[in-house]
C-alpha cells in the first residue's frame, strides 16, 4: 500500500509539473536575429530552443502555399508583388533577406513544403493563414504529404470563418481564433469575453489567441473554464512572459525564443532551489 501511494505521489507531482510548462513559439521564426517567416529564421528558432514555429502563409495564383506575411512582397523584398496575383516562379526571384543583413542575401520565399521540412521530431507549427477559406484544401494536401503528426499542426487565423472552415473539413487538427484585444477609457475589453466565447463556440475553435495588451488574469481564468486553450503574442519580455505564465498561457509567441526561454529556464531552476 505504501508503495502504491508513492507511486501516485510521484505522478501527482509530474503532472503538475508538466501543467506549468508553457510552449514557446517562435514568432515568424527567430525574427529578431533573422528575416521573418524564411528558412534561416526557423532554423534558427529550432537551435534556440522553441517549442514551435508560427508562419504566416498565403496562396499563389498557381495554388502554391508560400510563407510571407503581407498580402504583396513590399516589405520583404521592396518590389511589390501581390502573391495572389503571381506564380510562386516569379516569387521565388525576390531576396527577401539582404534588407535583414549582408548573411541573408539571396534568401527566398519559402514554400509551405519547406517550412513543414524543418520541424524536428515532437515540435509544432502554428500555421497562420492569412488570406481567406479558399487555402484550406491545399493546406490538408501539403500536410497529407509531410511527415507530420497531427499533433505537430495548430492552425490559427484572425477571419474565424476561416477557422470554421477547417474544423468543418478537418476536425483533427487544432485550431485557433487570433484576436487583437483593446480595453476603452471604461476598461472594458474589445471585443468582449461574451463575444470571444461565443465566437469560439460557433466556430468549434479548440483555443483563443490574444496580443498581450488590454488582457488580464481573469479573461484568461474564463476563456481556460470554457474549455477553450488560451494564447498570447508577441512578448519579447521576460517580466510580461512570466506574468503570461503564470497566469496560465499555454504557449507565449515571441520575437526572440531564445531569450524567453532562457528566462523561464532560470526562474524554474531558482523555484525548484527554495
Given at each position: 500500500?505504501?508503495?502504491?501511494?508513492?507511486?501516485?505521489?510521484?505522478?501527482?507531482?509530474?503532472?503538475?509539473?508538466?501543467?506549468?510548462?508553457?510552449?514557446?513559439?517562435?514568432?515568424?521564426?527567430?525574427?529578431?536575429?533573422?528575416?521573418?517567416?524564411?528558412?534561416?529564421?526557423?532554423?534558427?528558432?529550432?537551435?534556440?530552443?522553441?517549442?514551435?514555429?508560427?508562419?504566416?502563409?498565403?496562396?499563389?495564383?498557381?495554388?502554391?502555399?508560400?510563407?510571407?506575411?503581407?498580402?504583396?512582397?513590399?516589405?520583404?523584398?521592396?518590389?511589390?508583388?501581390?502573391?495572389?496575383?503571381?506564380?510562386?516562379?516569379?516569387?521565388?526571384?525576390?531576396?527577401?533577406?539582404?534588407?535583414?543583413?549582408?548573411?541573408?542575401?539571396?534568401?527566398?520565399?519559402?514554400?509551405?513544403?519547406?517550412?513543414?521540412?524543418?520541424?524536428?521530431?515532437?515540435?509544432?507549427?502554428?500555421?497562420?493563414?492569412?488570406?481567406?477559406?479558399?487555402?484550406?484544401?491545399?493546406?490538408?494536401?501539403?500536410?497529407?504529404?509531410?511527415?507530420?503528426?497531427?499533433?505537430?499542426?495548430?492552425?490559427?487565423?484572425f477571419h474565424s470563418m476561416v477557422i470554421k472552415e477547417l474544423k468543418a473539413r478537418a476536425p483533427r487538427f487544432k485550431a485557433s481564433w487570433l484576436a487583437s484585444l483593446k480595453k476603452n477609457k471604461s476598461g472594458n475589453m474589445s471585443p468582449s469575453l461574451e463575444t470571444v466565447l461565443n465566437t469560439l463556440k460557433h466556430i468549434k475553435a479548440?483555443?483563443?489567441?490574444?496580443?498581450?495588451?488590454?488582457?488580464?488574469?481573469?479573461?484568461?481564468?474564463?476563456?481556460?473554464?470554457?474549455?477553450?486553450?488560451?494564447?498570447?503574442?508577441?512578448?519579447?519580455?521576460?517580466?510580461?512572459?512570466?506574468?503570461?505564465?503564470?497566469?496560465?498561457?499555454?504557449?507565449?509567441?515571441?520575437?526572440?525564443?531564445?531569450?524567453?526561454?532562457?528566462?523561464?529556464?532560470?526562474?524554474?531552476?531558482?523555484?525548484?532551489?527554495?
Open positions: 500500500m505504501k508503495t502504491i501511494l508513492i507511486t501516485w505521489a510521484v505522478l501527482l507531482f509530474n503532472v503538475s509539473i508538466h501543467a506549468d510548462e508553457v510552449m514557446i513559439v517562435a514568432h515568424r521564426g527567430a525574427s529578431k536575429a533573422a528575416p521573418e517567416n524564411t528558412l534561416p529564421a526557423f532554423e534558427l528558432a529550432w537551435k534556440q530552443g522553441a517549442d514551435a514555429i508560427e508562419g504566416d502563409f498565403h496562396l499563389t495564383k498557381d495554388g502554391h502555399i508560400v510563407c510571407i506575411h503581407d498580402a504583396n512582397t513590399r516589405k520583404v523584398s521592396g518590389v511589390n508583388l501581390v502573391v495572389r496575383n503571381v506564380t510562386l516562379a516569379e516569387l521565388r526571384k525576390l531576396d527577401v533577406g539582404a534588407r535583414h543583413g549582408k548573411a541573408f542575401k539571396g534568401t527566398t520565399i519559402p514554400t509551405i513544403a519547406e517550412v513543414f521540412a524543418t520541424i524536428p521530431k515532437g515540435k509544432k507549427i502554428y500555421i497562420e493563414i492569412k488570406c481567406g477559406a479558399e487555402i484550406i484544401p491545399a493546406l490538408l494536401q501539403e500536410i497529407e504529404k509531410s511527415d507530420l503528426k497531427k499533433e505537430q499542426i495548430v492552425v490559427i487565423s479548440d483555443g483563443f489567441s490574444s496580443s498581450k495588451n488590454g488582457v488580464d488574469q481573469q479573461v484568461i481564468k474564463n476563456v481556460k473554464k470554457n474549455g477553450y486553450e488560451y494564447h498570447v503574442w508577441t512578448v519579447d519580455d521576460a517580466k510580461t512572459a512570466l506574468r503570461f505564465k503564470q497566469w496560465g498561457a499555454k504557449s507565449i509567441t515571441t520575437n526572440v525564443p531564445g531569450h524567453i526561454r532562457k528566462t523561464l529556464a532560470e526562474q524554474k531552476v531558482a523555484l525548484d532551489s527554495n
